[in-house]
C-alpha cells in the first residue's frame, strides 16, 4: 500500500508540474544588412549611449543581440555620410546623425511592446526597409488613441533619384564621401505637415516625416521579436554621382 502511495504521489507531481504555464524566454535582435553595392559606414546607438560603427562591405550583415533582456530604448541605425559614427574623442555624440534617415525602435517598451519607425524628420540619405523576421503575438499597439489598428509589417523607404525628388525649400547637399542627403527642413519645426514634408511623406508613406507622425509612421510588434534593417532594399541606391561610390567611406 506504501508504494502505491507513494506512485500516486509521484505522478500527482508529474501532472501537477506538466499543467503548469511555462513562461518561454524569448531572445530578440536586430540583423542589419548592406544591400548597396558599395560599403555603408552603419551607426547604432540606444538613447545617449556609445555609438557603435560596423563597416560594411556589400552584401555583409551585423547582427545586434540584445538577448533574454530583450531590451534597446530609444534605439537607432543610420548610414554615416561621412564616414564617422562618433565625433572624435566623444563617442556618445553623433558625428552625421541629422543628415541621415534612421531606423528607429525601442526594444521592450511598454506593454511588452516593441516600437519602431522609419524616420525622414531630418533628412533622407539611402533607401532603408525595417523586415519582421519574427514575430510574437503579432504585434499590438500600445497607442491605440493615435491607432486604431495593429500593425507589424516590413517598412520600406526608397527613392530612386535623391537630386530630382529633393525639392521645394528642402537642402540638397553633397557630401566630399560622394554621400548626398535631402535635408527636411520642416520636419522638426512641430508645426505638422506642410508642403516640404509632404514631399517625403508622398515618396514614402509608411514613414515618419515631421513630428508627432505617429498615426503613419508608428509600427509596433511583440516584445522578443526580430527584425531586419536593409540598406538600399531591392538594390535601389539614392547616390547619384557615384564617383567616389563608397557611402561614407
Not at 501537477?16 to 548597396?36: A, D, K
Not at 560594411?56 to 543581440?65: D, H, K, M, P, T
Not at 525628388?165 to 535631402?182: E, H, I, K, M, T
Amino acid at each position: 500500500m506504501a508504494s502505491t502511495s507513494a506512485l500516486l504521489l509521484c505522478l500527482f507531481v508529474v501532472l501537477t508540474f506538466v499543467s503548469l504555464p511555462i513562461n518561454v524566454v524569448h531572445g530578440c535582435g536586430i540583423n542589419i544588412v548592406n544591400g548597396c553595392p558599395y560599403t555603408v559606414t552603419t551607426c547604432a546607438q540606444s538613447a545617449n549611449n556609445p555609438i557603435s560603427q560596423y563597416n560594411l562591405g556589400s552584401g555583409a550583415s551585423q547582427f545586434l543581440n540584445f538577448g533574454s533582456a530583450c531590451s534597446w530604448p530609444a534605439g537607432a541605425i543610420w548610414a554615416s555620410v561621412g564616414g564617422q559614427c562618433a565625433v572624435s574623442g566623444t563617442p556618445n555624440a553623433a558625428k552625421d546623425r541629422n543628415l541621415a534617415d534612421l531606423a528607429e525602435f525601442t526594444i521592450g517598451g511598454s506593454g511588452g511592446q516593441d516600437t519602431y519607425d522609419i524616420s525622414n524628420v531630418n533628412a533622407y540619405t539611402i533607401g532603408l526597409s525595417i523586415a519582421v523576421t519574427s514575430s510574437v503575438n503579432g504585434g499590438v499597439l500600445d497607442r491605440p488613441e493615435k491607432v486604431s489598428t495593429p500593425r507589424c509589417a516590413t517598412i520600406t523607404c526608397a527613392i530612386s533619384n535623391i537630386r530630382s525628388f529633393c525639392q521645394g525649400n528642402n537642402r540638397l547637399d553633397s557630401l566630399p564621401s560622394g554621400a548626398v542627403s535631402c535635408i527636411n527642413t520642416d520636419g522638426t519645426n512641430g508645426i505638422g505637415p506642410t508642403s516640404n514634408t509632404n514631399l517625403f511623406k508622398s515618396a514614402c508613406p509608411t514613414s515618419y516625416s515631421y513630428n508627432y507622425d505617429d498615426v503613419a509612421g508608428t509600427f509596433n510588434c511583440g516584445t522578443g521579436s526580430n527584425y531586419q534593417v536593409t540598406f538600399c532594399p531591392g538594390g535601389i541606391t539614392s547616390v547619384v554621382n557615384q564617383s567616389r561610390s563608397d557611402l561614407g567611406q
